[in-house]
């Protein structure tokens, strides 16, 4: 299984980006995903979940200003990141649900 992020970028405060992760190599409709973030001299953080029932769960932190979707047509996992904050600045991974399958991260920056 491999997955591939993308959609990161620069963008102000305030500012929305989305995100993508692209899953091959597996069924991605029998898979709960998770995305992660790493903020600079921070550990990881779980930010999201989505599960194969579509259940939805948020850090405290980010309920109410992002959303986590899936495409299981396209093998796609999103996160629509809105009013968005210095203090979301990190490099966001993507997972597999309970598996060490991670995908390589996307850098967000947002300036204030």
């Known amino acids: 299984v491999q997955l591939q992020a993308s959609g990161g970028g620069v963008v102000q405060a305030g500012g929305s980006l989305r995100l993508s992760c692209a899953i091959s190599?597996?069924?991605?409709?029998?898979?709960?995903m998770n995305w992660y973030r790493q903020a600079p001299g921070k550990q990881r953080e779980w930010v999201a979940t989505?599960?194969?029932?579509?259940?939805?769960n948020y850090v405290d932190s980010v309920k109410g200003r992002f959303t986590i979707s899936r495409d299981n047509a396209w093998n796609t996992l999103y996160l629509q990141m809105s009013n968005m904050k210095p203090e979301d600045t990190a490099v966001y991974y993507c997972?597999?649900?309970?598996?060490?399958?991670w995908g390589k991260g996307t850098q967000v920056t947002v300036s204030s």
């Open positions: 997972r597999l649900l309970g598996t060490k399958y």
């Open positions: 989505i599960t194969t029932g579509d259940s939805i």
């Open positions: 190599g597996g069924t991605f409709r029998l898979y709960g």
